[in-house]
């Protein structure tokens, strides 16, 4: 079951209660990528008679960090990712340093307070992504959950199904732009205004139909031969050891939906302009005077005509977008 409006005060403080009465732990994350307050570091201090283990890891419930290199060239690091005991203590500390559930991210708190029921996850949490879920079959907790009063809770049937409408807001002026506005596949989908925003429901989704990432179009997902979409041309730019494009290039490589595009030409022109748009990162970041975290970047920074190399490559790369 999924929790679709972030717990707040009362629904907060009953939900905790019911997690604590379920679950034997629970577990908080800090990111070596994002720096904490001095807060949260007090709340660590404090659930420190409750901890049970710490441990460096890349993945823990309801997220994965990559374990390549980042968008900058920087070697991933782990998480560190606490596991302590659902004592009442350590619940009167976490209502007492938090009011909701999606709270629980950095810099402040620690991130993505979930818990855990004979070792597997009971309730998850990804506060940063506003997503909270169960992992429950139990039908008595089924129950107990859906009888907390003001929690927002849908069960993944009723979401598929849009039963009620997903979209909450209740503007008469968002339209479905398959069922209300009736555009069909090729047309192009207007861009959203003031008086009109476009979106596509579950509904329509279901059936494959979608707008493409790239040209705006309607296309039926479900119709595109996912092995198509590949490469036309490789780019590279090559500075001492390092391919700057290396990452982007990457990425489409492994891509497994196809980038919500319609078309091979789609396909490439979404990878030439990722491929611009990295680049232009980059030329920023030559330009700026502070020293870099990344090993790459500081290299980049110190090369011979850098901002020269990037524009020439950058304009290169315009080129074929015209074609």
């Given at each position: 079951m999924f929790i679709t409006d972030d717990p707040k005060g009362k629904v907060y403080q009953d939900l905790l209660d019911f997690a604590f009465s379920v679950c034997d732990q629970f577990i908080v994350v800090i990111r070596k990528d994002i720096n904490i307050t001095k807060d949260a570091s007090a709340v660590l201090e404090s659930l420190a008679p409750f901890l049970i283990a710490k441990r460096e890891q890349f993945e823990w419930p309801g997220t994965r960090l990559g374990t390549g290199r980042d968008y900058f060239g920087r070697e991933a690091e782990p998480a560190i990712v606490y596991y302590f005991k659902t004592d009442h203590e350590a619940k009167r500390i976490l209502l007492e340093v938090s009011n909701s559930l999606h709270s629980w991210m950095q810099p402040n708190l620690p991130e993505d307070?979930?818990?855990?029921?004979?070792?597997?996850?009971?309730?998850?949490?990804?506060?940063?992504?506003?997503?909270?879920?169960?992992?429950?079959?139990?039908?008595?907790e089924i129950e107990k959950i859906m009888n907390i009063?003001?929690?927002?809770?849908?069960?993944?049937?009723?979401?598929?199904?849009?039963?009620?409408?997903?979209?909450?807001?209740?503007?008469?002026?968002?339209?479905?732009?398959?069922?209300?506005?009736?555009?069909?596949?090729?047309?192009?989908?207007?861009?959203?205004?003031?008086?009109?925003i476009y979106f596509v429901c579950l509904n329509c989704m279901d059936n494959g139909l979608t707008v493409c990432n790239e040209d705006g179009k309607i296309f039926n997902e479900q119709l595109v031969n996912k092995d198509y979409l590949i490469i036309d041309k490789i780019q590279i730019l090559k500075i001492e050891e390092s391919d700057l494009l290396e990452y982007i290039t990457n990425k489409f490589i492994n891509m497994e939906e196809g980038g919500g595009v319609c078309s091979k030409k789609c396909f490439n022109s979404l990878y030439i302009n990722d491929c611009i748009m990295h680049l232009?990162?980059?030329?920023?970041?030559?330009?700026?005077?502070?020293?870099?975290?990344?090993?790459?970047?500081?290299?980049?920074?110190?090369?011979?005509?850098?901002?020269?190399?990037?524009?020439?490559?950058?304009?290169?790369?315009?080129?074929?977008?015209?074609?």
């Amino acid at each position: 079951m999924f929790i679709t409006d972030d717990p707040k005060g009362k629904v907060y403080q009953d939900l905790l209660d019911f997690a604590f009465s379920v679950c034997d732990q629970f577990i908080v994350v800090i990111r070596k990528d994002i720096n904490i307050t001095k807060d949260a570091s007090a709340v660590l201090e404090s659930l420190a008679p409750f901890l049970i283990a710490k441990r460096e890891q890349f993945e823990w419930p309801g997220t994965r960090l990559g374990t390549g290199r980042d968008y900058f060239g920087r070697e991933a690091e782990p998480a560190i990712v606490y596991y302590f005991k659902t004592d009442h203590e350590a619940k009167r500390i976490l209502l007492e340093v938090s009011n909701s559930l999606h709270s629980w991210m950095q810099p402040n708190l620690p991130e993505d307070l979930s818990f855990i029921k004979n070792q597997n996850p009971w309730l998850i949490n990804s506060s940063h992504e506003s997503v909270s879920y169960f992992e429950t079959e139990d039908k008595d907790e089924i129950e107990k959950i859906m009888n907390i009063e003001d929690l927002q809770v849908r069960t993944a049937n009723s979401i598929k199904n849009n039963i009620p409408q997903v979209y909450t807001d209740d503007s008469p002026n968002m339209k479905c732009i398959f069922c209300e506005k009736k555009f069909k596949e090729g047309d192009t989908v207007p861009e959203s205004n003031a008086s009109e925003i476009y979106f596509v429901c579950l509904n329509c989704m279901d059936n494959g139909l979608t707008v493409c990432n790239e040209d705006g179009k309607i296309f039926n997902e479900q119709l595109v031969n996912k092995d198509y979409l590949i490469i036309d041309k490789i780019q590279i730019l090559k500075i001492e050891e390092s391919d700057l494009l290396e990452y982007i290039t990457n990425k489409f490589i492994n891509m497994e939906e196809g980038g919500g595009v319609c078309s091979k030409k789609c396909f490439n022109s979404l990878y030439i302009n990722d491929c611009i748009m990295h680049l232009q990162t980059y030329l920023a970041l030559v330009s700026m005077d502070k020293e870099s975290t990344s090993d790459l970047t500081n290299m980049i920074k110190g090369y011979k005509n850098i901002e020269n190399i990037l524009m020439n490559k950058i304009n290169e790369l315009k080129t074929y977008l015209s074609y």
